[in-house]
C-alpha cells in the first residue's frame, strides 16, 4: 500500500484549493494539491467577465460599498443565502482584488477624463475622477447597483489563475497533477484523507492529512447542455457525499446562464450585456424591457434565462436544425471595445461559429452553469458532521449564493474562501486537540473497497455501458430538471435517474493498462448518478419557487414553508435516493429581512417572523442613527468576530480614504 | 439585418451528404507491455460544426474506449488539447475537421513526455520550467497592506501587461520549435515570454541583471535560432518575434557589459 503523507490534503487545484494551499503553507503547513489536470488548466479560468469587490473607482461605482455588496447578493440569493457568511465575503472581497494587484494580475485600469459608454442601449459619456487614475476598473453586471465587477479585459479567470498559481509554484507547493480522489478515508467521525488515483498509471494509493479539503468545483456535466469544463462532474461533490457522514446543501439550486453560445453552450461572458450588449428575438426586437422595466438585460441570471425560454416558448425564438435561440447583439460596442475587452468572445464567436461579433449577433440560449449547492459547511469551510473535512469554493455550500448566485461573485468566492477557509484550516492544524491518530487498519480496508470496486468492473462481462449510462443521465437532467420545472416531471425523472443508479451498479468495462478512460468514465458515471438524483429529488419535494428553482406548479417564493436549507445525505450505499433533511434559516437574526429583490417576481408568501424583523431592524436603525454604517451594521448583525484576525479590517476607497476616519475596526 | 441567417456561418444545407473522414491516429500506451508506437485509422461522418473535440470524442464512444487525449474547457483558453494535426501544432478543441478533412493525421506533441496515444505532460513541463525561471512576480519584501487602496498603473501598461499574460502554456511553442528538439532544457517561447511579461511589470522588483542570470544562456533567449515557429503557431497570437528579438537584445547589452 502506497501511502502519502501531509497536513493538508487539497483535492482540487482551481483558484480556491490553490489559494487555500498557499495559506496553509504560509502558516507553516505542509500542503498537498490533488488536481485532475495541470491546475492552471481548472475551470477557474473560464471565468471571464470578472470578479465582484466594492472599490467603487470608476464613476458609475461611486457609493459602492459593502452594504451595497452584501444586499445585492442577499436580494440575488432569493434570501437563501447565509448573511453571515455574505458580510465576511464582501468584507474580504475588496483585500482579494488588492492582493491578486500585488501578486501580479494585471486588471484593467480607470483612465480620467471622458469615455463613451453604452447603457441601456444608448451611447453614454461617462467621467472618470482624476483620483481614481490608474486605479482597478469595474464594469457593470447583472443583478448589481453599482459598477462593481473587476476584471481583466475578458479573460479575469485566466489571469488570476496565472498569478495564483504562480504563487503556488513560488511557495513549493507540490500539486499531484493527473490525481482524482475517488473516496474519503473516515473512522466514521473524522476525515484522515483520500483513496486516490494516479491517472498516468492507474495506481491506487492512500493520501493521509490532518485536514482534507474539497475544493473540486461544480458538477455542471451532470447536464446535457452546460458552459462547464469537461472535469466538472461533481466527483468531489459525490466523494462528500458516499461518507454517510457529510452532507450536500441545496443541491437543487442550479444556476443556468443566459448566455451559451448555441448550441455547443460555450460561455460568452456576462460582461457583454454589462458592457451594454443587448438580447433581441427572432424580429430583432429587444424583448427584456417588457419583461423586466427596472433592470431590463441585467436583471440576475435565474430572472433572464427564465425570461428567454419564456420568449422562445411564444415562438419568438429564431428557428435553427438544432432547435431554437435567441441572439446577443454586442455590435453597437465596436470593434475596438470589442477587440479589447471582450477579446475571448470574439475569438470563441469566430472559432466556434464562424460568426464575426462586430457585425452580427450571437445565437445564444441558457445553459447550466453554476452548482449553488455543495458540501454543506460552517462558515469555517468545515464540516459541522465530519471534523477534518473542509470544503469551498463551487464545490461547497457556507453558503453565499442561496438560490441563486450573481455574476462575478463565483471567482470573488474562489480566492474569498480560499483565504477564509484557508486560515481556518491552519487553525485546526495548530490546535493540538486536532492531532490525529489515523486508523491504518480502516486505510487498507477503504483502499481495498475502492480496489474491489473498480476490480470488479473489470471483470463483469456483458454489463452496463458507462457511456449510454451518461448520456441517458444528461438528458434527463436537461430536460426534466431544467429552468422550467414541474412536479411530474421531476417525479419521472427522479424515477428514471434510480432506475439508471441501479443499472450502473453492474456496468462492465474492458481491460487496459495505465488510466483506462472507460474505467474513469464508469466509476464517475456511478457518483453522478447519485448526484443528480439528489438535484432531481430535492427540486421535487420543494414545492416553492427560489432563485433558481423554479416550479411552475408552485411559481411563489414561499418563506413561510420553504425558508430552510435542503441538506442530503447517503446513508446506506445500496440506497438510490439521498435521505433529505432540513435546516431553518433564522429570519430574527437576518440584516436584511426577506422582501422583493427588485427584479422577477414580485409575489411570495412571508416567513411570520419577517414582519418583526423588519420592524425590529427599522427600529435599530434609527437608534443608532446614519452617521456611521459600521455601527448599524454592527447593530444589526455582528459578524467581525466570524473572520480571521488578519481581514477584520475596513476597506479603504477614493471616497473613504483612511487619513480621514481609524484604519481598523477593533 | 435578416437575423435568421446567421446561426451557424458556411453550415452546410442539411441534405448534404456528410463527408466520411478518415483520422490516422498515433496509438502508443507506455504503460501497457510490449506497446509500440504505431498508427491506427478510424472512420467518422463528418457533422455540421464538428470540432476535434466532438470527433475524438465519438471515436472514444463509439469506436475506442481506450483512446487517450486531453480536453478541458472545450473553448479554446485551458491550453488542455493541443496536438499535431496534420503535422502542425494546434488547439484541438477550436479546429474545425471542415478545415482539416477528409484527411486527418494526429499525434502527440514531441518534446514533452507521452502519456498515451494524442496525452502528453505539457504541466510537468511548465512546472519544471516556472521553477527553474522563478516565474512568479517577485514584489516587495514588505507585503503590502491589502486594506489600504491598491498601488495604482497606467491603463495602457495594464493592457500590456495583460497581452503578455495571455499565454495558456499550451506547449504549440515548444512543439514547434528547432532548438526544442536538439536541447532538452530550452525554456522554449513560453519561457521567454514570460520573463518578458515579469520585465515589464513595473510591480517585479527583479532588474536585467536578475534576468540575464535566468536566460543569458544557450538554454535560454541566446539559444533561439530565430526560426520563430513559434510565432506562427501561437494559438493566441502572443507577440513571440519581438519579445524574443528584445529580450535578446537586452540581455546581449547585459552580456557585454
Redesign the interface.
Known amino acids: 500500500m502506497k501511502v502519502v503523507y501531509t497536513d493538508v490534503l487539497v483535492i482540487g487545484g482551481g483558484l480556491t484549493g490553490m489559494r487555500m494551499a498557499i495559506a496553509a503553507k504560509r502558516r507553516g503547513h505542509d500542503a498537498l494539491i490533488l488536481s485532475l489536470v495541470p491546475p492552471k488548466r481548472s475551470h477557474s479560468k473560464a471565468a471571464q467577465g470578472g470578479m465582484q469587490a466594492s472599490l467603487g473607482n470608476v464613476i458609475k461605482g461611486q457609493g459602492d460599498s459593502e452594504d451595497v455588496h452584501f444586499e445585492d447578493t442577499v436580494r440575488g440569493s432569493d434570501w437563501g443565502a447565509d448573511q453571515e457568511v455574505v458580510r465576511m465575503f464582501v468584507n474580504t472581497a475588496p483585500k482579494a482584488v488588492r492582493e491578486l494587484a500585488a501578486w501580479g494580475v494585471p486588471w484593467s485600469r480607470v483612465k480620467k477624463g471622458d469615455r463613451q459608454v453604452v447603457i441601456n442601449g444608448q451611447q453614454v459619456t461617462i467621467t472618470e475622477r482624476d483620483e481614481a487614475h490608474g486605479l482597478v476598473a469595474q464594469r457593470d453586471f447583472g443583478g448589481t447597483k453599482k459598477w462593481r465587477t473587476c476584471y481583466v479585459s475578458d479573460c479575469t479567470g485566466h489571469a488570476m489563475l496565472q498569478a495564483v498559481g504562480d504563487q503556488a509554484i513560488a511557495e513549493s507547493i507540490p500539486v499531484h497533477e493527473r490525481t482524482e480522489a475517488l473516496a474519503l478515508i473516515t473512522d466514521g467521525e473524522r476525515c484522515h484523507g483520500a483513496v486516490v488515483r494516479d491517472l498516468v498509471t492507474g495506481e491506487l494509493s492512500a493520501y493521509l492529512a490532518k485536514a482534507t479539503a474539497i475544493t473540486t468545483g461544480g458538477a455542471g456535466r451532470i447536464y446535457r447542455v452546460t458552459t462547464n469544463a469537461v472535469i466538472c462532474e461533481g466527483i468531489g461533490h459525490a466523494i462528500a457525499l458516499e461518507t454517510g457522514h457529510a452532507a450536500l446543501g441545496n443541491m437543487e439550486a442550479v444556476q443556468f446562464h443566459p448566455t451559451g453560445i448555441f448550441p455547443a453552450g460555450i460561455l460568452v461572458t456576462e460582461g457583454c450585456r454589462g458592457d451594454g450588449g443587448l438580447l433581441k428575438d427572432v424580429d430583432g426586437h429587444r424583448f427584456m424591457p417588457d419583461y423586466e422595466p427596472e433592470k431590463k438585460e441585467l436583471a440576475s441570471r435565474d430572472v433572464v434565462s427564465r425570461r428567454m425560454e419564456e420568449h422562445i416558448a411564444k415562438g419568438k425564438g429564431v428557428k435553427s436544425r438544432w432547435g431554437d435561440h435567441l441572439l446577443l447583439d454586442i455590435t453597437l460596442l465596436g470593434e475596438h471595445h470589442i477587440r479589447h475587452n471582450l477579446r475571448e468572445v470574439f475569438e470563441i464567436c469566430h472559432y466556434f461559429l464562424g460568426v464575426d461579433p462586430v457585425k452580427d449577433p450571437i445565437p445564444v440560449r441558457p445553459a447550466q452553469h453554476y452548482t449553488m449547492g455543495g458540501v454543506r459547511t460552517k462558515p469555517t469551510g468545515e464540516s459541522p458532521t465530519l471534523k477534518g473535512l473542509f470544503s469551498a469554493g463551487e464545490a461547497a455550500c457556507w453558503d453565499m449564493h442561496g438560490f441563486n448566485r450573481l455574476g462575478g461573485n463565483s471567482v470573488a468566492e474562489t480566492v474569498v474562501a480560499g483565504m477564509l477557509v484557508g486560515e481556518a484550516i491552519a487553525d485546526y492544524c495548530d490546535d493540538r486537540a486536532n492531532d490525529a491518530t489515523i486508523p491504518m487498519a480502516a486505510v487498507r480496508e477503504q483502499l481495498g473497497a475502492v480496489a474491489g470496486r473498480l476490480d470488479a468492473m473489470l471483470q463483469r462481462r456483458g454489463g452496463e455501458e458507462p457511456q449510454a449510462l451518461k448520456v441517458a443521465m444528461q438528458s434527463i437532467m436537461t430536460d426534466k430538471v431544467g429552468i422550467f420545472r414541474e412536479g411530474a416531471k421531476l417525479a419521472q425523472a427522479v424515477d428514471e435517474l434510480q432506475q439508471l443508479l441501479k443499472r450502473s451498479r453492474s456496468v462492465s468495462v474492458a481491460p487496459g493498462a495505465g488510466p483506462n478512460p472507460e474505467l474513469v468514465a464508469a466509476y464517475r458515471v456511478q457518483m453522478m448518478l447519485k448526484l443528480a438524483v439528489t438535484v432531481a429529488y430535492g427540486a421535487l419535494q420543494r414545492t416553492e419557487s427560489r432563485g433558481a428553482h423554479f416550479r411552475q406548479d408552485f411559481p411563489r417564493r414561499n418563506d413561510a414553508e420553504w425558508l430552510k436549507r435542503t441538506l442530503a445525505w447517503w446513508k446506506s450505499p445500496d440506497d438510490t435516493l439521498p435521505t433529505l433533511t432540513y435546516e431553518a434559516l433564522d429570519v430574527r437574526k437576518m440584516e436584511l429581512p426577506p422582501g422583493w429583490r427588485g427584479y422577477g417576481n414580485k409575489d411570495y408568501v412571508d416567513h411570520p417572523d419577517t414582519p418583526a424583523r423588519a420592524e425590529e431592524v427599522a427600529r435599530l436603525r434609527e437608534q443608532v442613527g446614519s452617521a456611521d454604517r459600521f455601527a448599524v451594521q454592527a447593530a444589526l448583525m455582528p459578524y467581525q468576530h466570524m473572520l480571521p484576525e488578519r481581514y477584520r479590517g475596513r476597506n479603504e476607497r477614493i471616497d473613504e480614504l483612511f487619513d480621514a476616519q481609524p484604519t481598523k475596526a477593533a | 439585418?435578416n437575423?435568421?441567417t446567421?446561426?451557424?456561418?458556411?453550415?452546410p444545407a442539411?441534405t448534404e451528404t456528410a463527408r466520411r473522414l478518415t483520422f490516422n491516429i498515433l496509438r502508443y500506451?507506455?504503460?501497457?507491455?510490449g506497446?509500440a508506437p504505431r498508427m491506427q485509422t478510424y472512420h467518422l461522418d463528418e457533422a455540421?460544426?464538428m470540432?476535434l473535440f466532438i470527433a475524438l470524442n465519438e471515436l472514444?464512444?463509439k469506436q475506442d474506449?481506450?483512446?487517450?487525449f486531453?480536453?478541458?474547457?472545450?473553448?479554446?483558453?485551458?491550453?488542455?488539447c493541443a496536438m499535431m494535426v496534420n503535422g502542425r501544432p494546434t488547439l484541438a478543441c477550436?479546429t474545425?475537421t471542415r478545415d482539416v478533412g477528409p484527411e486527418i493525421t494526429l499525434a502527440p506533441l514531441p518534446v514533452f513526455e507521452l502519456?498515451?496515444d494524442l496525452s502528453v505532460?505539457?504541466?510537468?513541463w511548465?512546472?519544471g520550467t516556472?521553477?527553474r525561471l522563478?516565474?512568479?512576480?517577485h514584489?516587495d519584501a514588505k507585503?503590502?497592506d491589502?486594506?489600504?487602496?491598491?498601488?495604482?498603473?497606467?491603463?495602457a501598461l495594464?493592457?500590456q501587461?495583460?497581452e503578455l499574460?495571455?499565454c495558456?502554456?499550451c506547449g504549440c511553442c515548444v512543439a514547434s520549435c528547432g532548438t526544442a528538439r536538439m536541447r532538452a532544457d530550452f525554456v522554449g517561447a513560453v519561457g521567454i515570454a514570460k520573463i518578458a511579461r515579469?520585465r515589464l511589470?513595473p510591480?517585479?522588483k527583479r532588474t536585467d541583471d536578475d534576468y540575464y542570470e535566468l536566460i543569458g544562456t544557450d538554454d535560454g533567449v541566446f539559444g533561439c535560432m530565430s526560426l520563430l515557429a513559434c510565432h506562427d503557431v501561437c494559438p493566441k497570437d502572443l507577440p513571440l518575434q519581438t519579445q524574443i528579438a528584445f529580450l535578446r537584445r537586452k540581455m546581449a547589452g547585459k552580456g557585454w557589459a
Open positions: 439585418m437575423h435568421t446567421t446561426a451557424v456561418a458556411d453550415a442539411a500506451n507506455p504503460q501497457e507491455k506497446s455540421v460544426g470540432t472514444r464512444e474506449p481506450s483512446l487517450q486531453d480536453f478541458v474547457c472545450r473553448a479554446g483558453i485551458c491550453g488542455s477550436r474545425l502519456i498515451g505532460n505539457t504541466g510537468k511548465m512546472r516556472s521553477e522563478e516565474a512568479w512576480l514584489g507585503p503590502r491589502i486594506d489600504r487602496l491598491e498601488e495604482r498603473m497606467e491603463p495594464a493592457e501587461l495583460n499574460d495571455r495558456v502554456e515579469f511589470d510591480r517585479d
